[in-house]
């Protein structure tokens, strides 16, 4: 099958929001007003320093809250580009705020904007994405 006629399949593995995935992260979204969020709470598990957060983390759940969005709302796409400004670092055991809205609708491509935020409301991170439609089943 060419790569371009491949069938993308959700099954619950996704390593942010899959909830079969042992060794996930169990993201859980909601919406509020325009912005899309979840709440995750790192732990050791997600180090990279001694006591900070990888940065792959932080990445991933950018990545993951901009691309669900629109998955979730029937629209299935894959990131075709990130990009990830760190501003902080994260500390392990803090709670983070992670939220992202669609800026720009021209399908099949879409982009959009996200911040990763502390529990003092401290912008770790922001990022923006380039979502590619997919055929998929979800």
Sequence with gaps: ??????????????????????????????????????????DRYHQGWEGIVHGGIIATLLDEVMNDQLSRKGEPVATAELCVRYKLPA??????????????????????????TDAEGRVVATGTAKLMRVRAEL
């Design 1 to 42: 099958m060419a790569e371009d006629e491949m069938i993308w399949r959700e099954d619950g593995w996704c390593v942010a929001c899959g909830d079969k995935n042992p060794r996930g992260l169990h993201l859980k979204f909601r919406e509020e007003g325009e912005w899309y969020v979840c709440d995750f709470l790192p």
């Design 91 to 116: 500390r392990l055991g803090v709670p983070l705020r992670i939220r992202a809205r669609v800026t720009r609708e021209r399908p099949p491509l879409w982009e959009a904007e996200g911040d990763v």
